[in-house]
C-alpha cells in the first residue's frame, strides 16, 4: 500500500504529520510493503483556498491512502473520486501511524470532517 503523508520536515519515518495538507512544505510517499520513502517538496503551498489541485501536491505519485492532520472539503472529494482514502492522524509520527493503518485503527476524513473555512470544524 503507498500511503501519502503531509510533513513540514523530512526525518523520514520520524516525521512529524503536519497540521494541514494544502499548506504542508513536503509529503513523504511512504510504500508499506517495499518499505520506500520518497519525498515531494509542495511547490504550491500558498495558493488559494478552493484551487487545490491535490495530485499536483503529491507530485503525481498515486496512492492508496493519505493521512493528515486537516484538510479541506474540495480536496478530500477530488482525492476521495480517485479511489484514495483520507485519514486522520492518530499519532504525531509518520512511522505510528503507519502501523495505525496497518490496524485499521484510523478515522477516515469526510467532506464533512474538513478543516474550518474549507467548511468544516477542525480548529487550526
Known sequence: MKVGFAVQIDEGLESTVYDHFGSAPAFLIVDTEEKQVVKVDNANAHEAHGSCNPMGKLGGNHIDALVVGGIG??????????????????????????????????????????????QGQCGH
Open 73 to 118: 472539503a474540495g480536496a478530500i472529494m477530488k482525492l476521495n473520486a480517485m479511489g484514495i482514502k483520507i485519514y486522520s492522524a492518530g499519532a504525531v509520527k509518520v512511522c505510528e501511524n503507519i502501523d495505525l493503518i496497518k490496524e485499521n485503527k484510523l478515522l477516515e476524513i469526510t467532506p464533512n470532517d474538513s478543516c474550518s473555512g474549507h
